[in-house]
């Protein structure tokens, strides 16, 4: 199956800068829905149509979708630049990473349901320690987290950074904030190595973790010096 690797940039045009607050809200909750809907303009062709792609905004107005097919132009976007995405890899290689995750795993303790990695880790803590230790235990639930993704992807993590976490909530209605989707969000970079190749480009494809509708699980690569 080709994927298709594209950038996809806010249009500078004096039309398209005039809704830029609907488009690139900055309140985050608001800019995750708000960005769900835009790229979806890009690629709904019918209205049955599932979602074939991966998504992430890069800042500045900017996005990168991996997906099955193009993305369509429309006039919300600059003319999209996109590449055929055909990684030749083999056991062995190294990459360089960055991936934005909704990381979870399944939890005894909460009856089999699934829970955000980190704060799993904080939920340890007493209450006063925790913003101290937000970081240190989001490193290592992230590193964690990536060797169990790598285990069963094709891949083995050498170096895992988490660079951020956040919490997004999601939605609009702040009377009710308390009933808000909430998603844990890991920002990783790092490098690692290719165990399975075909395993590996699967993955891919498929994407990293949950909430993947919401701007999360595209994995960028390069090779690693």
């Known amino acids: 199956m080709s994927l298709y690797l594209s950038r996809l940039t806010l249009n500078p045009a004096p039309s398209a800068r005039a809704l830029i607050q609907l488009l690139n809200p900055e309140e985050s909750g608001s800019a995750a829905d708000a960005h769900h809907r835009l790229i979806w303009t890009a690629f709904s062709d019918a209205r049955d149509r599932r979602r074939d792609f991966l998504w992430r905004y890069d800042g500045d107005n900017r996005f ?18 996109i590449k055929t995405f055909e990684p030749d890899l083999a056991i062995g290689d190294r990459l360089d990473f960055i991936l934005r995750a909704n990381a979870t795993r399944v939890s005894k303790q909460a009856g089999g349901k699934r829970v955000d990695v980190v704060m799993d880790l904080l939920y340890d803590e007493p209450a006063e320690k925790r913003a101290e230790k937000r970081m240190k235990l989001a490193q290592l639930a992230g590193e964690a987290w990536m060797a169990r993704q ?15 976490y956040t919490v997004l909530e999601l939605g609009h209605d702040t009377a009710r904030r308390s009933n808000r989707p909430r998603l844990g969000i ?27 509708a919401w701007g999360c699980g595209l994995m960028m690569i390069r090779r690693a010096p």
């Open 64 to 81: 990168y979708t991996l997906s099955a097919r193009p993305p369509r132009p429309n006039d919300l976007f600059a003319e999209p630049a």
């Open 186 to 212: 890991l920002d990783l970079s790092g490098t690692l190595t290719i165990t399975d190749p075909d395993l590996f480009l699967s993955a891919l494809a498929q994407g990293f973790g949950r909430a993947k």
């Open 150 to 164: 790598g285990a069963s992807k094709g891949f083995a993590p050498l170096k895992t950074v988490v660079d951020g």
